[in-house]
């Protein structure tokens, strides 16, 4: 009775200590931090536009490719909000066509890079040695080249097309994604769960690609972040030097060719497709600084 009496006299936290509140997961965290950088919230809200631009602006602006004999150059209007090019055709159905293309060509070129030269970067770290040096003076050899000249030679052998742009765009990349997977992977190598791992007899690629490589997502983001943006920078570069997207199909790069010789008579022809791919580079790379801070783990400890 004496213990009843005692344990109706607690207060109620004591009586019946309340369960701690889970834990946010580590990805809302990391949402929360996010949403608290100003520049990195806009840098998503560009890519986040561009990205609807390129998925249904055409469908709302028509075909980038129609001809409009009768108004050439014509200036900015009710039915064509930034005016006209040199044959006609709507300069924002050209801007969301050639967002189409841009986009496709970072996103898949760096696609690829990562597709190949993240287990190759898998490989040398893990396997040092003779791999790696063959790996690294491999490595070498291109990155002996700067990224857009390098690109410049790889689409003139292939010729001109949006699929070997991809490519071009992909091998040179391709360096740069080794070199920063092979140096993780130097660091993971050595940590205690991995020698556990080799110790225990796993198989080395279940080690690399169940523990090394999940260790690494982190960096792997951030550099699709940075490499995206190079990618369109390089589509509309190649482009523009006739080796990528081939007239009529509308590109930011083309866009600018044709727009050289008229630059007197209609400078908005040029300045349109530029403040593009300058709004798209710049929102990619203030959403890569952003996730590179949040992402840091120093952030996350």
């Given at each position: ?78 039915s ?10 709507d ?10 293309v ?21 490989a040398?770290?893990?396997?040092r ?22 690109a410049v ?8 097309s ?7 765009l992909?091998v ?19 940590q ?55 007239p ?9 060719t044709?727009?050289?010789q ?6 908005l ?21 952003g ?10 400890q």
């Amino acid at each position: 009775m004496n213990h009843v009496a005692l344990d109706e006299g607690l207060p109620p936290a004591a009586a019946a200590p309340q369960e701690s509140a889970a834990p946010l997961p580590q990805w809302r965290r990391n949402v929360r931090r996010l949403l608290r950088r100003k520049m990195a919230v806009a840098g998503a809200v560009l890519v986040l536009l561009f990205l609807l631009v390129a998925l249904i602006g055409p469908l709302l602006t028509g075909s980038p490719t129609s001809l409009g004999l009768t108004h050439i150059l014509a200036g900015p209007s009710g039915s064509h909000l930034l005016g006209t090019d040199d044959l006609g055709r709507d300069v924002v159905a050209r801007i969301a066509g050639g967002a189409r293309v841009s986009l496709l060509a970072g996103v898949v070129s760096t696609a690829l890079a990562m597709a190949v030269g993240v287990p190759l970067g898998l490989a040398a770290g893990f396997y040092r040695g003779w791999t790696d040096s063959v790996l690294m003076r491999l490595t070498d050899v291109v990155l002996s080249f700067p990224y857009l000249i390098f690109a410049v030679g790889m689409a003139a052998i292939l010729g001109p097309s949006l699929r070997n742009v991809i490519i071009a765009l992909a091998v040179a990349e391709i360096p740069s994604v080794v070199r920063i997977v092979r140096g993780e992977t130097l660091v993971l190598r050595g940590q205690d769960f991995v020698e556990a791992a080799v110790a225990d007899g796993t198989r080395d690629a279940s080690i690399m690609w169940r523990a090394i490589l999940p260790n690494m997502t982190n960096t792997l983001i951030v550099k699709a972040t940075v490499a995206i943006p190079a990618g369109i920078l390089g589509e509309a570069a190649l482009s523009f030097l006739g080796l990528g997207v081939q007239p009529p199909q509308s590109s930011w790069g083309v866009m600018l060719t044709s727009a050289q010789q008229f630059l007197a008579q209609d400078p908005l022809l040029a300045l349109f497709p530029g403040i593009a791919i300058a709004l798209t580079t710049l929102g990619f790379n203030l959403l890569g600084d952003g996730l590179r801070d949040v992402l840091d783990p120093r952030e996350l400890q």
